[in-house]
Nanobody, 124 residues
Framework: QVQLVESGGGLVQAGGSLSVSCAASGRTFSSYVMGWFRQAPGKEREFVAAISRSGGSTAYVEFVKGRFTISRDNAKNTVYLQMNSLKPEDTAVYYC?????????????????WGQGTQVTVSS
C-alpha cells in the first residue's frame, strides 16, 4: 500500500511558476513509475507527465513540453512537478499517481495509487 500526499498548489498569475510535490509513504517508492495528472472543471482527467522508477526517463504531454519538468528523489520518497510559464488553461486539480509498471505509462488506469490532489489556479 502506498499513500500519496500532494502539496504546493496555489494561485499564480499567468506567466508565473509553481512547484508541486508529492510525498509517498512506504519503503518501495523506487519501484513505482510516478505520474502527474490533472483535471479541470467539467473535463476528464488527463495525463501531464511521468517519470521512470530510476528517474532516468521522463515523458510529457505535448502542451506542457518545455514548460513543465517532472523529477523525483527516491531517497526522500518524493516526486516533483515544476511548472513554468503557466497559462490560465493550466488551472486544474493536479494529482500524483504511482504505477507498478516497468516503463513510463500515460494511461491513468495503469496507476495503482492516487493522491488527493492539489489545486493550481492560474489567473490571467
Amino acid at each position: 500500500q502506498v499513500q500519496l500526499v500532494e502539496s504546493g498548489g496555489g494561485l499564480v498569475q499567468a506567466g508565473g511558476s509553481l512547484s508541486v510535490s508529492c510525498a509517498a509513504s512506504g519503503r518501495t517508492f523506487s519501484s513505482y513509475v510516478m505520474g502527474w495528472f490533472r483535471q479541470a472543471p467539467g473535463k476528464e482527467r488527463e495525463f501531464v507527465a511521468a517519470i521512470s522508477r530510476s528517474g532516468g526517463s521522463t515523458a510529457y504531454v505535448e502542451f506542457v513540453k518545455g514548460r513543465f519538468t517532472i523529477s523525483r528523489d527516491n531517497a526522500k520518497n518524493t516526486v516533483y512537478l515544476q511548472m513554468n510559464s503557466l497559462k490560465p488553461e493550466d488551472t486544474a486539480v493536479y494529482y500524483c499517481a504511482a504505477a507498478r509498471y516497468a516503463t513510463i505509462t500515460p494511461v491513468s488506469r495503469n496507476y495503482d495509487y492516487w493522491g488527493q490532489g492539489t489545486q493550481v489556479t492560474v489567473s490571467s
